[in-house]
């Protein structure tokens, strides 16, 4: 006999999963029992659901199998939700199987009892209960199938009684359909493209992760054209490194040379992006986009030729129709500019910065009177001393912009992030779930204080099964990003102070092995040692809390609010 939570494991570990993540409880105890039983999946016990939904989600991103979290009931399930959220938005493969109460009390608000086909009916692309044994296989693989065919989550409800219920003697095992294949944008929007972009004097690309299993057409178009390449922050991850056309990020944690890029092109040509900051695209501009999702084209600006279509398979016959352009100009322009650009920036990584010119002590009167670490040193010595695959996750808000200035992404290292739903929290559950993956590669967590301390208690987790993250702390002592969007719109600093506790004494007892760094002499020791450290590890690092990061294109209006903001926090703390 086989019951329902058997065949639901057996068929999952068969297709390759390897790790099913949650909170046990009572009504997917069959469940749990099933994967105690079956040596080929691994139970991960997070200490909140939600950190089971953003690991798995990680693992989807990163060897697109599909991942599987667990919540029990209407509480647990309700925890899964944000994780759940950020998967469908980092169209991440998902599964999440969410027990239910007993089938004869539902509908009655029984205890614990909320409507899953409600509650998940805007971040599921597939909501099904099971409400009988013969439905199995077909809804497991209607579950499934939905995950991969849109990229995103599919919620499987199972009511507390049906665990344990055999499935009908003959029935069949799940068996789950192949993904599809991408294919080039019709002959016709080639054509029009290759006419527009023939007739340009000036383009610029601004290309995004759609564009990764296309990188070699994408530095070939950039070549045939000689353009500048905008990357957007995911699409760092394989296409930054010997890249002579790249010029670095647009946005807030941009810089000027991607700024004017854009700016000073007449043709602007998304690849494979749905870069979402409308204010950041030029005006004026004739503007091509290519995405594999129709959805995508002119939602963020209005798109003059659109190429529907798989960003490699179209480049490949958009490519030899493009004759060479000779002037370099246009490209040599705004790769100068970004090359400036950094050399200003590494100024900043010497300890001894403020000691060195008269801007660095003005600047350390001003924005560091308390000779804090600056967070550029650290995240420039997490580059230096991270392994060459590495895989890196960073919290939402200062700490993607440290990342983003100052953490290359060579040829074998990923990056993971909330970079679409913008969550808080999700660095150090990603770092857990991406450990869990690949227990022998370097993992490394770009953790702010405001984001750790929500999902602290899973720090124990990578304690509990030997996941060797490393967890880089920016401990500033603020939420840093809210604090500086504040300030620029002339606002004081409000509500933004944490009252941090000794963060590394905290892991300590938690057992990682952790240090506290206060001295920027001592953050590049401090990371090497981490680094070479065995298991789990967090380094605390107090920051600069008044570090600012000035956007590509300061506004009047920013500087002046910042202004306001500065007097009327001096004001008020007097």
């Given at each position: 006999?086989?019951?329902?939570?058997?065949?639901?494991?057996?068929?999952?570990?068969?297709?390759?999963?390897?790790?099913?993540?949650?909170?046990?409880?009572?009504?997917?105890?069959?469940?749990?029992?099933?994967?105690?039983?079956?040596?080929?999946?691994?139970?991960?016990?997070?200490?909140?659901?939600?950190?089971?939904?953003?690991?798995?989600?990680?693992?989807?991103?990163?060897?697109?199998?599909?991942?599987?979290?667990?919540?029990?009931?209407?509480?647990?399930?309700?925890?899964?939700?944000?994780?759940?959220?950020?998967?469908?938005?980092?169209?991440?493969?998902?599964?999440?199987?969410?027990?239910?109460?007993?089938?004869?009390?539902?509908?009655?608000?029984f205890?614990?009892?909320?409507?899953?086909?409600?509650?998940?009916?805007?971040?599921?692309?597939?909501?099904?209960?099971?409400?009988s044994p013969?439905?199995?296989p077909?809804?497991?693989?209607?579950?499934?199938?939905?995950?991969?065919?849109?990229?995103?989550?599919?919620?499987?409800?199972?009511?507390?009684?049906?665990?344990?219920?055999?499935?009908?003697?003959?029935?069949?095992?799940?068996?789950?359909?192949?993904?599809?294949?991408?294919?080039?944008?019709?002959?016709?929007?080639?054509?029009?493209?290759?006419?527009?972009l023939?007739?340009?004097d000036?383009?610029?690309?601004?290309?995004?992760?759609?564009?990764?299993?296309?990188?070699?057409?994408?530095?070939?178009?950039?070549?045939t054209?000689?353009?500048?390449?905008?990357?957007?922050?995911?699409a760092?991850?394989?296409?930054?490194?010997?890249?002579?056309?790249?010029?670095?990020?647009?946005?807030?944690?941009?810089?000027?040379a991607?700024?004017?890029?854009?700016?000073?092109?007449?043709?602007?040509?998304l690849?494979?992006?749905?870069?979402?900051?409308?204010?950041?695209?030029?005006?004026g501009?004739?503007?091509?986009?290519?995405?594999?999702?129709?959805?995508?084209?002119?939602?963020?600006?209005?798109?003059?030729?659109?190429?529907?279509?798989?960003?490699?398979?179209t480049?490949?016959?958009?490519?030899?129709?493009?004759?060479?352009?000779?002037?370099?100009?246009?490209?040599?322009?705004?790769?100068?500019?970004?090359?400036s650009?950094?050399?200003?920036?590494?100024?900043?990584?010497?300890?001894?910065?403020?000691?060195?010119?008269?801007?660095?002590?003005?600047?350390?009167?001003?924005?560091?009177?308390?000779?804090?670490?600056?967070?550029?040193?650290?995240?420039?010595?997490?580059?230096?001393?991270?392994?060459?695959?590495?895989?890196?996750?960073?919290?939402?808000?200062?700490?993607?912009?440290?990342?983003?200035?100052?953490?290359h992404?060579?040829?074998?290292?990923?990056?993971?992030?909330?970079?679409?739903?913008?969550?808080?929290?999700?660095?150090?559950?990603?770092?857990?779930?991406?450990?869990?993956?690949?227990?022998?590669?370097?993992?490394?967590?770009?953790?702010?204080?405001?984001?750790?301390?929500?999902?602290?208690g899973?720090?124990?987790?990578?304690?509990?099964?030997?996941?060797?993250?490393k967890?880089?702390?920016?401990?500033?002592?603020?939420?840093g990003?809210?604090?500086?969007?504040?300030?620029?719109?002339?606002?004081?600093?409000?509500?933004?102070?944490?009252d941090?506790?000794?963060?590394?004494?905290?892991?300590?007892?938690?057992?990682?092995?952790?240090?506290?760094?206060?001295n920027?002499?001592?953050?590049?020791?401090?990371?090497?040692?981490?680094f070479?450290?065995?298991?789990?590890?967090?380094?605390?690092?107090?920051?600069n809390?008044?570090?600012?990061?000035?956007?590509?294109?300061?506004?009047?209006?920013?500087?002046?609010?910042?202004?306001?903001?500065?007097?009327?926090?001096?004001?008020?703390?007097?």
């Amino acid at each position: 006999m086989t019951t329902v939570a058997e065949s639901i494991v057996d068929a999952l570990a068969t297709h390759g999963v390897t790790q099913m993540w949650g909170v046990v409880g009572d009504a997917l105890n069959p469940v749990t029992d099933a994967i105690r039983k079956d040596d080929r999946v691994e139970w991960i016990g997070v200490r909140h659901e939600e950190a089971a939904a953003f690991a798995v989600s990680a693992q989807a991103q990163l060897d697109g199998r599909i991942g599987v979290c667990m919540g029990t009931v209407g509480p647990g399930s309700i925890h899964l939700l944000n994780g759940l959220y950020d998967a469908k938005k980092s169209h991440a493969p998902v599964l999440a199987i969410c027990g239910q109460v007993p089938s004869e009390e539902m509908g009655s608000d029984f205890f614990q009892e909320v409507d899953n086909d409600v509650l998940f009916a805007d971040v599921a692309v597939f909501c099904g209960t099971v409400t009988s044994p013969s439905q199995m296989p077909l809804l497991l693989e209607q579950a499934v199938n939905a995950a991969y065919a849109h990229s995103g989550v599919a919620v499987l409800t199972l009511p507390g009684d049906l665990g344990d219920m055999a499935i009908p003697d003959g029935a069949r095992p799940a068996t789950f359909a192949p993904s599809a294949q991408w294919a080039a944008a019709p002959e016709r929007q080639i054509a029009e493209a290759a006419r527009v972009l023939q007739d340009a004097d000036k383009v610029t690309l601004l290309v995004g992760k759609g564009a990764q299993e296309g990188r070699q057409e994408v530095l070939d178009l950039a070549r045939t054209l000689q353009a500048p390449m905008v990357l957007s922050l995911k699409a760092k991850e394989g296409l930054e490194h010997d890249n002579p056309f790249e010029v670095g990020q647009s946005g807030l944690i941009g810089n000027p040379a991607a700024a004017h890029a854009m700016d000073d092109c007449d043709v602007l040509f998304l690849v494979g992006t749905d870069f979402p900051y409308r204010d950041w695209y030029p005006t004026g501009k004739t503007v091509i986009q290519l995405d594999a999702r129709q959805a995508h084209i002119g939602r963020r600006t209005a798109v003059g030729h659109a190429l529907v279509g798989d960003v490699a398979e179209t480049l490949r016959l958009l490519n030899p129709r493009l004759t060479p352009v000779t002037d370099s100009s246009h490209l040599q322009k705004a790769t100068g500019e970004y090359a400036s650009w950094k050399d200003r920036q590494r100024a900043l990584v010497d300890p001894a910065y403020e000691k060195k010119s008269l801007i660095g002590k003005v600047r350390g009167v001003f924005d560091n009177p308390d000779d804090r670490i600056r967070p550029e040193i650290l995240a420039a010595a997490v580059d230096r001393h991270a392994a060459p695959d590495a895989i890196l996750t960073a919290d939402t808000g200062m700490s993607t912009v440290w990342l983003s200035r100052f953490v290359h992404l060579g040829a074998g290292r990923r990056l993971l992030g909330s970079f679409n739903l913008g969550s808080m929290a999700n660095a150090m559950p990603q770092a857990l779930g991406a450990q869990a993956l690949d227990r022998n590669r370097q993992v490394v967590s770009f953790s702010g204080d405001g984001g750790l301390m929500m999902l602290l208690g899973d720090l124990r987790t990578a304690v509990t099964y030997g996941l060797n993250v490393k967890v880089v702390v920016f401990d500033n002592g603020r939420l840093g990003m809210v604090k500086l969007e504040q300030e620029q719109g002339g606002l004081p600093e409000w509500g933004t102070e944490l009252d941090n506790p000794d963060i590394a004494a905290v892991a300590t007892a938690l057992g990682l092995q952790a240090r506290r760094v206060e001295n920027p002499g001592d953050v590049d020791e401090a990371v090497r040692w981490a680094f070479a450290t065995d298991g789990p590890v967090l380094l605390d690092v107090v920051t600069n809390p008044e570090e600012v990061s000035v956007p590509p294109k300061p506004t009047i209006s920013q500087g002046w609010g910042f202004a306001i903001a500065k007097m009327k926090e001096s004001i008020e703390s007097r």
